[in-house]
């Protein structure tokens, strides 16, 4: 104010030398002005801070950061309920297992990137479609809540064997299905257990699927035509059956006739920049062209004012596939609160860059995957900006209430919550001075991400599958758990909390667990609700780093590491499970191999930590997760858990390039041999299909399998030719191929023994 009436005061001068002319009054007024621009600019703020404001900075400060703490916890929903979580109480009983079986029988044993890897390689089922995108989500399977991981069968119009221009936009116009599979189990053989899968669907526990095709989804581009003179491939099934269809949606712009279509026409040749969809014949009046496919994109262009979270997933209901996402709504104007850290959001999101210091998750966004209907729910009627949007656009907005079998399937989203643990990091301090000094700052953990081991080259990946950076923070997970104090198992998302410190890489801070904070999913009045769980800052158990470096040093496991992890085999220890069980911790890691690093992956082994009272942590593992619990706790585990005698047991087929998938030989030499050389027979033939097809992952697989049958054949015929052979029996002696890059089968001698 003080510059303001200065320049007003120069402003006078500078008229009164109209009338007396000269540079006195002007130079006044400049001079006037720069010296109090320097005098209240510089001079005056600085010796007040040196000599008022330092020597008692703190309660100088006090109602300024108080007013900072609450305006931020205010604006990013920070309302946060504290419980804690005393590790060093007790160990684990009977009594406490069977209180929380909740979580140990819904233990997440699949991360989405090895889900989809697996189910890229098992349910593709034909080159041109493609699994994008796993999703964590929740049904009822068996008459129980299970965690589910289901995927879109997309299109990937890129494999396309004739590529033509009929074909990628007037004949292959759209996937097919969802695959889903449990988070929490394996089949005997380490693969998934698959509850939606092949070509016609088979539902197997999810709900059935009734309208399959998949006009609208991830990571669509471009247009397609529809209702041409051309037949639309519905499917393809792994026997190249062919099934076509005709789309009925209402979406879609019609082309219709005359001088109208052809206008029409000659539109989409410009705006495409192709000349096809104006001149070719296949075109009707009544066939529709079919825009924005993509879910994100496509409600971007219906409501561009909302942000939107970096991951759409897919929803079944009613027969149909949904893809849900959340929309966000922001603003930088919130006074006095913190502007947001967006460091940890996945370059996707609408929130990553964006400068806001606001937010609220307003909006639950619906797009049908078949004719793309776009519904927008407001579910914070609470928030201004959203009735602020509401009144602008009364028609965008839904005006029916959620169906409750949708806010069945919500989840809280992992964006907001990206955020709000990065600033609850901080602003979980309520008191000013505490604030001030620094006292008891947290901070998220640095990735542990999957530790991949090839050969000697071990290599740490996140969530993408690409290499982590130092940068990259522990990311949230979903998880289907029950809480300490709870009674029954929550769908949540659960991210850890580390002791804040400025050289994390020299132990303590970065490394040792300070809290858990989750925030709930479950449909109700519980939903949204965040809670942190506080372990005792006087005894902090090691955190999720420390816990898989020492899976990784243990003795057990380094021995299976040195039998598995040979040759061209990949070895995945997946990143650890965080899981409070009563007011204990266990870490739960699967340990997954795969042929090579072409190849997807399976489950060998489940790792589970135990962090004992007093630190000491008990590592064991076992084919199984009850395995693994039974040699730390015996018979107390539940039977319930995965792998336990009351636990589902599905059985699995032949993983490729595992021939260990099949039931091991049984007879005599002989006709163990017989079996044997049958299969390696068989392994050699499917490899040579492969190299035909140019299909290399699988027939990189065959003859992995190859070389294991013709060890297990050798070892066969040493342990033969070392047995006493009777008079007059007759051996059979088979000579192993060795395991290269041909397909050339073994061969057979046989001799009879005499005296």
């Given at each position: 104010y003080l510059l303001?009436?200065?320049?007003?005061?120069?402003?006078?001068?500078?008229?009164?030398?109209?009338?007396?002319?000269?540079?006195?009054?002007?130079?006044?007024?400049?001079?006037?002005?720069?010296?109090?621009?320097?005098?209240?600019?510089?001079?005056?703020?600085?010796?007040?801070?040196?000599?008022?404001?330092?020597?008692?900075?703190?309660?100088?400060?006090?109602?300024?950061?108080?007013?900072?703490?609450?305006?931020?916890?205010?604006?990013?929903?920070?309302?946060?309920?504290?419980?804690?979580?005393?590790?060093?109480?007790?160990?684990?009983?009977?009594?406490?297992?069977?209180?929380?079986?909740?979580?140990?029988?819904?233990?997440?044993?699949?991360?989405?990137?090895?889900?989809?890897?697996?189910?890229?390689?098992?349910?593709?089922?034909?080159?041109?479609?493609?699994?994008?995108?796993?999703?964590?989500?929740?049904?009822?399977?068996?008459?129980?809540?299970?965690?589910?991981?289901?995927?879109?069968?997309?299109?990937?119009?890129?494999?396309?064997?004739?590529?033509?221009?009929?074909?990628?936009?007037?004949?292959?116009?759209?996937g097919y299905g969802v695959v889903a599979a449990t988070a929490n189990d394996q089949t005997d053989n380490g693969t998934p257990v698959l509850t939606a899968q092949d070509i016609p669907m088979k539902p197997n526990g999810t709900p059935e699927v009734t309208q399959p095709a998949i006009y609208f989804g991830e990571n669509k581009a471009g247009y397609v035509i529809v209702n041409t003179d051309r037949k639309e491939i519905n499917f393809q099934d792994e026997d190249g059956k062919t099934s076509y269809t005709s789309y009925k949606g209402d979406d879609g712009v019609e082309v219709g006739s005359g001088a109208t279509g052809l206008l029409r026409k000659a539109a989409f040749s410009l705006r495409f920049g192709d000349i096809n969809p104006m001149v070719s014949g296949n075109i009707r009046p009544d066939s529709k062209v079919l825009l924005e496919r993509d879910v994100t994109a496509r409600l971007k262009a219906v409501a561009p004012f909302l942000a939107y979270d970096h991951d759409p997933y897919a929803v079944v209901l009613d027969g149909k596939v949904q893809y849900v996402l959340d929309g966000y709504t922001t603003t930088r104007n919130y006074p006095n609160a913190q502007r947001a850290d967006t460091g940890g959001l996945d370059p996707t999101s609408g929130l990553y860059g964006r400068s806001f210091n606001y937010a609220r998750n307003s909006v639950k966004a619906t797009v049908d995957a078949y004719d793309g209907t776009v519904t927008l729910y407001v579910v914070d009627t609470k928030d201004p900006l959203i009735q602020a949007y509401q009144k602008a656009f009364p028609e965008l907005f839904s005006k029916d209430a959620v169906p409750q079998k949708l806010r069945e399937h919500f989840r809280y989203p992992e964006?907001?919550?990206?955020?709000?643990?990065?600033?609850?990091?901080?602003?979980?301090?309520?008191?000013?001075?505490?604030?001030?000094?620094?006292?008891?700052?947290?901070?998220?953990?640095?990735?542990?991400?999957?530790?991949?081991?090839?050969?000697?080259?071990?290599?740490?990946?996140?969530?993408?599958?690409?290499?982590?950076?130092?940068?990259?923070?522990?990311?949230?997970?979903?998880?289907?758990?029950?809480?300490?104090?709870?009674?029954?198992?929550?769908?949540?998302?659960?991210?850890?909390?580390?002791?804040?410190?400025?050289?994390?890489?020299?132990?303590?801070g970065d490394n040792q667990l300070r809290a858990l904070i989750v925030a709930n999913s479950d449909d109700g009045p519980d939903y949204g609700t965040l809670r942190v769980y506080k372990l005792p800052v006087s005894d902090l158990p090691d955190g999720p780093n420390i816990a898989a470096a020492d899976i990784l040093a243990n003795g057990d496991v380094a021995a299976k590491v040195k039998d598995l992890c040979t040759d061209k085999r990949v070895c995945t220890f997946a990143a650890p499970s965080i899981l409070p069980v009563g007011d204990s911790l266990l870490y739960v890691q699967s340990f997954l191999s795969a042929a090579d690093k072409n190849a997807a992956a399976k489950i060998e082994y489940v790792i589970v930590n135990y962090r004992r009272p007093g630190d000491q942590s008990d590592v064991t593992l076992s084919t199984t997760l009850y395995g693994a619990l039974e040699q730390l706790f015996g018979d107390k585990v539940p039977t319930s858990v995965q792998g336990g005698d009351s636990a589902t047991v599905t059985p699995g087929g032949t993983d490729p390039g595992d021939p260990g998938g099949e039931t091991d030989p049984t007879g005599t030499v002989s006709e163990r041999e017989g079996q044997l050389i049958d299969r390696l027979v068989k392994a050699f033939d499917d490899a040579d299909a492969a190299a035909r097809k140019g299909d290399q992952v699988a027939y990189a697989e065959k003859v992995t399998e190859a070389a294991k049958l013709a060890e297990q054949l050798q070892k066969l015929r040493d342990e033969a030719d070392s047995a006493p052979v009777e008079h007059g029996k007759t051996t059979t002696t088979t000579t192993a191929p060795k395991a290269t890059t041909t397909t050339e089968p073994p061969t057979t001698t046989t001799t009879t023994a005499g005296a």
């Open positions: 303001m009436l200065i320049a007003l005061f120069a402003f006078g001068l500078f008229i009164a030398n109209i009338w007396r002319r000269g540079w006195v009054l002007p130079g006044m007024a400049v001079g006037l002005w720069v010296l109090v621009a320097v005098l209240a600019g510089g001079v005056v703020p600085a010796f007040v801070q040196r000599f008022r404001v330092e020597p008692t900075e703190s309660s100088m400060e006090r109602p300024y950061i108080k007013n900072n703490i609450e305006a931020t916890q205010a604006a990013y929903g920070l309302d946060v309920t504290s419980a804690d979580l005393d590790w060093r109480a007790k160990t684990i009983s009977a009594e406490t297992m069977a209180d929380n079986v909740g979580t140990l029988d819904n233990v997440r044993l699949w991360d989405p990137k090895s889900m989809q890897d697996r189910l890229v390689q098992d349910q593709e089922i034909q080159r041109f479609y493609a699994i994008n995108d796993v999703d964590v989500d929740r049904y009822t399977v068996n008459g129980k809540t299970t965690q589910v991981m289901i995927a879109a069968r997309d299109l990937a119009p890129a494999e396309i064997k004739q590529a033509s221009w009929e074909a990628t936009h007037l004949t292959y116009t759209h964006d907001l919550f990206t955020v709000q643990t990065q600033m609850y990091a901080k602003y979980h301090v309520s008191d000013p001075d505490d604030f001030y000094n620094s006292n008891d700052e947290w901070s998220v953990p640095r990735d542990s991400g999957a530790t991949e081991k090839s050969g000697d080259t071990n290599t740490k990946v996140g969530p993408d599958g690409q290499e982590l950076t130092s940068s990259d923070k522990y990311p949230s997970q979903y998880m289907l758990m029950q809480l300490p104090g709870e009674d029954e198992a929550s769908f949540v998302l659960q991210r850890p909390y580390v002791t804040s410190t400025d050289d994390a890489d020299t132990g303590g």
